[in-house]
């Protein structure tokens, strides 16, 4: 395959966009990603619920699409940080981390708590590069 390059029409400003695209062999890194969710009850719970439901279908819907290695972990905090759901790949395991996040905990709210166990939980995985791990609070 050769580069490519488009151009759109120009428009009343007389510019245009033009995309260039250069085909090769990406090479596609693993990515960890832990949900730190309040459940406390002292959160807008339904709203964030929706909202991680939605960012999670996302992206199993691109690691689809783009055969992305992504694994994915869920950590309720209330005063501790309850392990929901350890790492798992994102499209094999999207039911039972939909599962992990419809849990409940009750009685205190350890933001602190739950980061730590989001920590821990990324430190673990030695297969992937400290930048390619992230944490959704």
Do not use: R
Not at 50 to 63: G, P, S, V, W
Not at 75 to 100: P, R, S
């Amino acid at each position: 395959e050769k580069n490519n390059k488009t151009a759109s029409s120009l428009n009343k400003n007389l510019e245009t966009k033009v995309k260039l695209s250069f085909p090769g062999k990406q090479e596609i890194e693993p990515t960890d990603i832990v949900f730190v969710v309040d459940k406390s009850g002292m959160s807008a719970e339904t709203e964030i619920n929706m909202q991680t439901k939605q960012f999670l279908e996302e992206i199993k819907d691109h690691a689809e699409d783009k055969g992305l290695n992504i694994k994915v972990g869920v950590v309720l905090f209330n005063k501790i940080g309850n392990i929901k759901q350890e790492l798992t790949d994102i499209t094999t395991g999207y039911d039972d981390t939909l599962k992990a996040l419809n849990q409940s905990v009750n009685s205190g709210t350890n933001i602190q708590a739950g980061l730590l166990a989001a920590k821990e939980m990324l430190d673990n995985d030695t297969d992937v590069e400290a930048s390619n791990k992230h944490v959704i609070l």
